[in-house]
């Protein structure tokens, strides 16, 4: 199949199939006669695995190891688990970082009198706090 049916099939865009293949996080596809890129159904099925995995927020580098791990048969589970409760960790850390900002933002919010009037708050506070 073209790499617009393997786009389709995979859910990763055409852009984003050469791309993986430029790094080398998959290997490139064979070629028609006419230069024409062809995939089987074995690549459709890798790209699917890496979409499905940067559907999760998996770096490049981690799909890189995943990618490595899923080839290998005689992997231990425990350091797929591994990289998999890494990215719980930053997901952690991020789910922190957005509420901190959402009660920032709400606090802001809350000081604003949204009126009429020109002085407000969170302009006042993005102003200070951007000077610095």
């Known amino acids: 199949m073209n790499i617009s049916e393997a786009a389709a099939q995979s859910g990763l865009r055409a852009k984003t199939i050469r791309y993986y293949e430029d790094i080398g996080l998959v290997g490139p596809a064979r070629r028609r006669d006419n230069g024409y890129r062809d995939y089987a159904p074995r690549d459709v099925h890798m790209l699917r695995f890496l979409s499905r995995a940067r559907g999760l927020g998996f770096s490049v580098e981690e799909c890189r190891a995943l990618v490595a ?35 920032t933002l709400v606090e802001l919010a809350e000081t604003c009198h949204g009126d009429d009037r020109p002085d407000c708050p969170i302009i006042d506070d993005l102003a200070s706090r951007g000077a610095g």
């Open 69 to 103: 791990l899923y080839a290998d048969t005689g992997r231990k589970s425990a350091d797929v688990k591994e990289i998999a409760l890494n990215r719980v960790c930053d997901i952690d850390v991020k789910i922190g970082e957005l509420q901190a900002m959402r009660a």
